[in-house]
């Protein structure tokens, strides 16, 4: 079953606002990964964080590992419309593979 | 580069029937994994393969689902015989070595649809 609390589970903003989601967990975990998945497409990586307490941005996203490596969460400054879709955090603990959360649906309204 | 390739795309058919969802990986990567992706229970991986030898197929639902990879560029999920609860996207990824040779950051292809009536 999933490991991950993702949230929040939805979430409607208008352009140009600044979004944040995050993922919690009780279990450690070594990396944390997000994916955003559009419509009828896979999951495709935005970013990768390997170290506690790192903080990495991609463009307008920025993600944190967070100190207690319980988890993570993801920025996205000044949204647009392409924004839309579903985030999924992503975990692993040691050497299991990764667990993913259940997912925030993210709509961009103009 | 082509990304992970997955086919068919879309497929319906009837309870009972069987049915092979197949994938092809990146060029070079040594993990490949298959998920299933349902509004009630998210992503959940069913098996993966470590340079075509499966590692973990503790997620796979019952015996009625199976999978292969008889070559590093060609992978295979069938199940027999399908059922209505057997609806879903079902997504193939694969990914190089990562972090303690573990699996790296995985590519996801665009997942089949599968509707079992």
């Known amino acids: 079953g999933q490991q991950l609390n993702q949230s929040p589970q939805s979430m409607f903003i208008q352009e140009g606002e600044d979004v944040s989601m995050n993922c919690t967990s009780s279990?450690?975990?070594?990396?944390w990964l997000w994916y955003k998945q559009d419509p009828g497409e896979g999951p495709v990586l935005l970013i990768a964080l390997y170290k506690a307490g790192e903080l990495t941005s991609n463009g307008r996203l920025t993600a944190q590992f967070g100190i207690t490596r319980k988890d993570s969460f993801l920025n996205i400054s000044a949204s647009i419309p392409s924004d839309v879709g579903i985030y999924f955090c992503?975990?692993?603990?040691?050497?299991?593979?990764?667990?993913f959360g259940s997912g925030t649906q993210l709509t961009v309204l103009p | 580069d082509a990304g992970v390739i997955q086919s068919p795309r879309h497929e319906v058919t009837e309870m009972g029937q069987e049915v092979t969802l197949r994938c092809k990986p990146i060029s070079g990567h040594d993990y490949l994994f298959w998920y299933r992706q349902t509004m009630m229970r998210g992503l959940e991986l069913l098996i993966y393969?470590?340079?075509?030898?499966?590692?973990?197929d503790s997620g796979m639902p019952e015996d009625r689902f199976s999978a292969k990879m008889p070559n590093a560029s060609f992978s295979t999920l069938k199940i027999q015989p399908s059922e209505p609860r057997d609806s879903a996207v079902y997504f193939c990824a694969s990914s190089t070595v990562g972090q303690g040779g573990l699996a790296g950051e995985l590519f996801f292809g665009e997942g089949s649809r599968l509707t079992v009536l």
């Open positions: 393969f470590n340079n075509n030898v499966p590692i973990d």
């Open positions: 992503a975990g692993r603990r040691s050497a299991r593979q990764l667990t």
């Open positions: 279990s450690i975990f070594n990396t």
